[in-house]
């Protein structure tokens, strides 16, 4: 999980569409947006919170299932 932080902290999104980097390295170098994987340091540096985990990997036609 580290390793994912430490390259959103450098622009390398897992997103593969165009316009995503750029939005996230502006606001990133203005100080608007952080990653990081200390939640209690986190919550308390923050107003708005985004939490993404991994939820493994599904089978093909698994995708959509709750």
Not at 19 to 46: W, Y
Request: aromatic share 8%; charged share 25%; glycine share 10%.
């Amino acid at each position: 999980m580290r390793g994912k932080i430490e390259n959103l902290k450098q622009g390398i999104l897992p997103i593969y569409e165009p316009g995503p980097e750029d939005i996230v390295n502006r606001n990133v170098k203005e100080g608007h947006l952080n990653f990081a994987t200390n939640l209690a340091s986190a919550l308390q540096e923050s107003n708005i919170y985004f939490i993404a985990v991994e939820c493994g990997k599904c089978k093909e036609g698994d995708r959509f299932r709750q």
